[in-house]
């Protein structure tokens, strides 16, 4: 996930958006279609890795806080779900710009309207999709509080970093003309849940051999 989403987030998207905004969007989904086209795929087996990371962490916590547990997987799952529906709009503005039909029979306004209609459902639905993602986190982090399974600090990390997607999106409702920026620096901290996993699936790993 960490491989993947950085090159649609951050290349292929922006390569083919092109920052031209909402007015020039059809023209830039039919003129660079692919690198759009491969940014979704990419973004596609994100989501498919946060399900199985779902279907993880439910068997990691399974026997430790069922409750916690359950529900921290689920709400992941939630979030995976609202992501993939989001996908399907930016599909959607993709196909609607690039559709013989659609150029033959409606006027370019309309064409326009309705690639932008699509993308902005789309992230729309995404910055809910973010929100859960924070919720989810905090679940998480309440998890790891109560487990015996995992360092109570690592806890601490990850709930900074579900509170940097909560707030923030909250307060673009609530209040708009607060900067939050700065919070987005506290995103990466489920990297520290990550970390420990590996280390200590290595290291539980390492003795099993040493034996």
């Known amino acids: 996930m960490l491989v993947i989403a950085p090159p649609a987030y951050y290349h292929y998207l922006p390569?083919?958006?092109?920052?031209?905004?909402?007015?020039?969007?059809?023209?830039?989904?039919?003129?660079r279609g692919r690198p759009y086209l491969i940014g979704i795929a990419l973004l596609f087996c994100v989501y498919v890795l946060d399900v199985l990371v779902a279907w993880g962490l439910y068997g990691y916590f399974d026997g430790d806080r069922k409750g916690f547990g359950r529900l921290a997987a689920w709400s992941?799952?939630?979030?995976?779900?609202?992501?993939?529906?989001?996908l399907s709009f930016s599909l959607s503005a993709y196909?609607?710009?690039n559709s013989a039909?659609?150029?033959?029979?409606?006027?370019?306004?309309?064409?326009?309207l309705a690639v932008t209609l699509n993308h902005e459902t789309a992230g729309a639905i995404m910055s809910v999709a973010w929100a859960f993602f924070g919720v989810h986190l905090i679940i998480l982090s309440v998890t790891i509080f109560k487990?015996?399974?995992v360092p109570?600090?690592?806890?601490?990390?990850?709930?900074?970093?579900?509170?940097?997607?909560?707030?923030?999106?909250?307060?673009?409702?609530?209040?708009?003309?607060?900067?939050?920026?700065?919070?987005?620096?506290?995103?990466?901290?489920?990297?520290?849940?990550?970390?420990?996993?590996?280390f200590s699936l290595w290291k539980t790993r390492r003795q099993a051999f040493a034996r």
């Open 147 to 149: 487990s015996s399974l």
């Open 101 to 112: 039909q659609m150029a033959a029979s409606a006027s370019p306004e309309s064409l326009r």
């Open 76 to 86: 992941r799952l939630v979030y995976a779900a609202l992501a993939f529906v989001s």
């Open 152 to 198: 109570f600090w690592i806890g601490l990390p990850v709930l900074l970093a579900g509170l940097a997607y909560t707030v923030p999106i909250s307060a673009s409702y609530l209040a708009p003309h607060v900067d939050l920026s700065l919070l987005s620096a506290m995103t990466p901290g489920e990297l520290v849940l990550i970390l420990w996993l590996v």
């Open 95 to 97: 196909e609607v710009a």
């Open 15 to 31: 390569m083919a958006l092109g920052g031209e905004g909402v007015e020039a969007l059809a023209s830039a989904l039919q003129t």
